[in-house]
């Protein structure tokens, strides 16, 4: 009988506040109070994982159907026939809030789409509005203390491109 409530128990113990923001820049995160290493390492590897968890298309067109024209680029990180992928428009990072102290957490590459909203390969469509405000999310979107990023969490809608998340 206690075993079958454990799952309750941890989740009544995670009081955690989860968030996480976009940014374009380098300076766009420290401005916005995030310490200038966790957004060092944030852009750092989402430059280096942009080129493998990128929307991949056969054809130049196929991507600019998504992605502006000047966005799709031939993606040289994928061995075999060209793929056409859309370049990294920006980076994720997730912020939790546990007993008063804050951690930063890198959470991937965005990619800007031609509706002007924001694709994350780990979330699905991320918020994009305002001022770039933290937004909310569930201890199943959040990156860090050990949780597990998924597909198509993060603003409700699921992965596309056939090429999806994981950590």
Known sequence: MVMGLTPLFLTA???AQKSQQSFT???NCTEAGVPESSCDAALTQ???EAPKVAPHYATHDQCAQDYSEDA?????AVEGSPVWSPAMNGFLIGRVIHGGNTSYYPAGPIFRKRDDTDYSPHYGHVYSGGAGGW???SSSEAVGEGDTVGRGGFGGEGGEGGHGGGE
Do not use: V
Request: charged share 25%.
């Open 25 to 27: 820049t380098l300076g």
């Open 72 to 76: 799709c680029q031939e993606n040289m």
């Open 135 to 137: 937004r909310s999310t």
């Open 46 to 48: 989402a430059i280096a």
């Open 13 to 15: 113990c995670d009081d």
